[in-house]
């Protein structure tokens, strides 16, 4: 333990210098001062961990002394001195932030104790407070990316983390909303309460109110014991309610309920119960067109979009993806036990230009796939991915890699090239059977065959034909 240093406020000279004394003498670096300006002066250059001040001095109270220093010093641990301890001196007392009190004339060994007390006091605060810091900075830092995206909502997490705003995170699935919920959890001062997450979307829909709200016994048949629900769990924490799009209207007018009034009751109960929780939303689907068709109910739409957060699809920072590559190597390689080299420079070009329509979620499962199946201290190369990814490269369509020519561009012959060698590579995928190719572009099989015809492409693909009529 480092050495305890002590600031002792106290206007009588005779009483000042014989505590002073006795904590010197228990080991104690003790600052003396004789009024609370002085004090305070000395507490704003050093700094202490623990402060024994009277209450009453000639200037300033001790009271005022306490609440100044705990305004710049707040795990300062403050115990005030008293020769006459009223409970109204002592409420006030510990309303301004101070530990405890002593009455004058304290013995050393309750003055001892009582700071052993203290001084054990402080060290929590400060652990407290560093691990708090921890958890902040562990979880903003969870979140992996150096895309302008990623670090400005990054920002946001730091700012709004530590409020009760709700916050609604949107964006498509594997991107990343459960990560971000957490981060706001650990990141504000609820992080020591329970983080409860719900998925909307998995639980059917009638248990889905119970398991929000609770049930009292008896409330309906096999209810054999009273049981709390997620939201009184969650009390002076955080709750998660992920996938929100897909809930019933009934229950979104229950929702809407406890974010504004914070009171529900349990399933056949009858008193309302109140709790504290901060919600925490997220959804894959676009919410406000689910309003504009009436499947969601526009106030608790705009209850819940205080704060949105959206969450951008990995194909638009694909520069994140070789970061987010070796962060998932290290995770399962230590998980697994499991090490390889690394991956190639074309396979990599690879992984950075396919689409990634499961987002990050994806890429951690298929990086998991690709270490366990190579064997130890291998490299993966192009060929150990799946047929579906390197077809991105093979098809020439990744617009990231396309440079633009210096001296400009016809836009409407690029658009009809791209147009056309999307025609030409989804055709060669199905040999050349165009009902396929339609399917696989997602058009009607008439509207490929008429773009074609304007490409002049019916021909080139005549062959192809009879096959066509068969299978069509
Ligand atoms: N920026 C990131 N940095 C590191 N890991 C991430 C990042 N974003 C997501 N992940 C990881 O990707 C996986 C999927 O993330 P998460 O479960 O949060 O996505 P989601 O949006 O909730 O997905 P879904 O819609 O499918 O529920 C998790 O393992 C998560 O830890
Ligand atoms: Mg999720």
Known sequence: MGERNILLVEDEEYIRENLTEILEMNGYRVSAAPNGEAGLELARKRGYDVILTDLKLPGITGIEVIKNIKSFSPNTVCIILTGYASVETAVEAMRAGAFTYLEKPCGKDELLVTLEKAYEMHS???????????????????????????????????????????????????????????????????????????????????????????YEKG????????????????????????????????????????????????????????????????????????????????????RLNVIPIHLPPLKNRREDIPLLISHFMEKIAMRKKKYIKGIAPEAMNILEAYEWPGNIRELENLIERLMVLKEDGGVIVPKDLPDKIRSTKAEGLNLTSFTMPADGIDFNTAVDNFERDLIMHALNRVNGVKKKAADYLKLNRTTLIEKMKRKGLLDAVDSAEAVDLVES
């Open 219 to 302: 409330a309906f048949t096999g209810a054999i014991a009273t049981k709390i629900g997620r939201f009184e769990a969650a009390d002076h924490g955080t709750v998660f309610l992920d996938e929100i799009g897909d809930m019933s209207a009934a229950l979104q007018v229950k929702i809407l309920r406890v974010l504004q009034e914070k009171e529900f009751e349990r399933l056949g109960g009858r008193s309302s119960i109140k709790v504290d929780v901060r919600v925490v939303a997220a959804t894959n689907i676009d919410l406000e067109v689910a309003v504009q068709e009436k499947r969601f109910r526009k106030d608790l739409f705009y």
């Open 124 to 214: 929590l605060a400060v652990e407290n407070v560093n691990l708090k810091n921890e958890i902040k900075t562990s979880c903003t830092e969870a979140i992996l990316g150096t895309s302008s995206e990623i670090q400005a909502m990054r920002d946001t997490i730091e700012k709004v983390a530590d409020t009760d705003s709700t916050v609604l995170i949107l964006g498509e699935s594997g991107t990343g909303k459960e990560l971000v919920a957490r981060a706001l959890h650990y990141g504000s001062s609820r992080f020591n309460k329970p983080f409860v997450p719900i998925n909307c979307g998995a639980i059917p829909e009638d248990l889905l109110e119970s398991e929000l709200f609770g």
